[in-house]
């Protein structure tokens, strides 16, 4: 039983006057078939005591003090009405000692100076990070030196048509970089590329920070990745950003510093998002093969000797043309065994998840 989807509906009423401001809206919630209203109300979008936000505006004196739920329609039993009243006057002092009390703007701002700057956020930024370039368009070949190219000295010099690879070959080629002879350069050089991160700071109960954050046996969502699609909602529910499985990590996790004053937390998760999914990419390299005999018949006939087989006799070392075991790792073809023939054009990988239980349940996280 959960509630699957909040959005704004309806602002129904705003009161203002000089002892308390008062707004009532209306929220749509949609849950599965199992839920009841007591699933929606303990939904921590509806928590008793959050600041007050909707649409583009917000005042944290507003606390919600009051939640009626109700069926959008009797016969469907899974979309919601939810009316929510905000109030500051909770938070209204009696006695101020004289006078008018004190303007009504006051009611704007937040009693506590301590929290005077903590608002539900989300931020998302950029920033580049050095990577193997196993993607490449092909443009020329030319030589390394210097020329006036846009109006800026370069360090390539391009060459005539002529020179190169048959164009044919390469004229639309993306992939591992290549030379001459179309060949994959070894190794592979690196580029920078984007990494989006979003950050949401954000108000929810200790729950998590017990059961989760700090648990003692390794199941703390520290350094792990989604492992079905999870979408980040904006505050308000104005917007939403969904990542599929594998593409989000969870980088950073903290939680302000807290006293017997408040029974929630402000938690704070940054979260790294990468398009091509958080795996270990690794080329396909080794000095060893997989033998193509039987270790029992391991001997002279066919130039092996016994030594040069691996302690588990399923390997063997590879060898250069002069018979001699390579001195460094050459290409392999995804099968244990050297690159040959056409394959030589090809850079095979091998890919990894960087733990066995690295995939977290992310719906475990505190939400707007």
């Known amino acids: 039983?959960?509630?699957?989807?909040?959005?704004?509906?309806?602002?129904?009423?705003?009161?203002?006057?000089?002892?308390?401001?008062?707004?009532?809206?209306?929220?749509?919630?949609?849950?599965?078939?199992?839920?009841?209203?007591?699933?929606?109300?303990?939904?921590?979008?509806?928590?008793?005591?959050?600041?007050?936000?909707?649409?583009?505006?917000?005042?944290?004196?507003?606390?919600?003090?009051?939640?009626?739920?109700?069926?959008?329609?009797?016969?469907?039993?899974?979309?919601?009405?939810?009316?929510?009243?905000?109030?500051?006057?909770?938070?209204?002092?009696?006695?101020?000692?004289?006078?008018?009390?004190?303007?009504?703007?006051?009611?704007?701002?937040?009693?506590?100076?301590?929290?005077?700057?903590?608002?539900?956020?989300?931020?998302?930024r950029f920033f580049t990070e050095s990577e193997l370039a196993y993607g490449a368009k092909f443009i020329d070949v030319g030589t390394l030196g210097s020329s006036k190219e846009g109006g800026r000295e370069c360090p390539y010099v391009k060459f005539f048509d002529t020179l190169g690879p048959d164009k044919s070959a390469v004229s639309e080629y993306t992939g591992v970089p290549l030379n001459s002879a179309l060949s994959p350069v070894d190794p592979i050089p690196s580029k920078t590329a984007p990494r989006l991160v979003v950050r949401c700071y954000l108000y929810d109960t200790t729950d998590f920070l017990e059961d989760e954050l700090c648990s003692p046996d390794g199941a703390s969502p520290l350094g792990k990745i989604n492992k079905a699609d999870y979408t980040i909602t904006g505050p308000g529910n104005q917007y939403s950003l969904t990542f599929p499985a594998r593409t989000l990590k969870l980088m950073s996790a903290t939680v302000d510093a807290h006293d017997f004053r408040d029974e929630l937390l402000w938690y704070s998760f940054e979260f790294m998002y990468n398009p091509c999914g958080h795996y270990l990419i690794i080329p396909d390299m080794g000095m060893k093969a997989v033998n193509d005999f039987e270790p029992e018949t391991a001997g002279t006939d066919d130039g092996r000797y016994p030594f040069e087989l691996n302690i588990d006799g399923k390997t063997e070392n590879i060898k250069d043309e002069s018979g001699d075991p390579i001195m460094e790792p050459c290409r392999l073809d995804g099968r244990g065994s050297p690159l040959t023939g056409a394959s030589r054009g090809t850079t095979f990988a091998v890919r990894y998840l960087e733990d066995l239980n690295i995939e977290y349940d992310f719906d475990k996280i505190p939400t707007f």
Do not use: H
């Open 1 to 124: 039983m959960a509630v699957t989807n909040i959005v704004e509906k309806e602002f129904v009423n705003g009161s203002f006057n000089g002892d308390e401001y008062s707004y009532e809206v209306i929220y749509q919630c949609e849950t599965d078939s199992q839920a009841g209203p007591d699933t929606v109300r303990r939904d921590p979008a509806f928590r008793i005591g959050k600041e007050y936000s909707f649409g583009g505006e917000s005042n944290p004196e507003a606390k919600l003090s009051n939640v009626q739920v109700s069926l959008l329609e009797r016969l469907r039993r899974t979309t919601w009405l939810v009316s929510c009243t905000y109030s500051t006057a909770q938070n209204s002092s009696s006695g101020s000692g004289g006078g008018g009390g004190g303007s009504p703007t006051s009611k704007d701002k937040p009693a506590d100076p301590e929290t005077s700057s903590k608002f539900q956020t989300l931020e998302v």
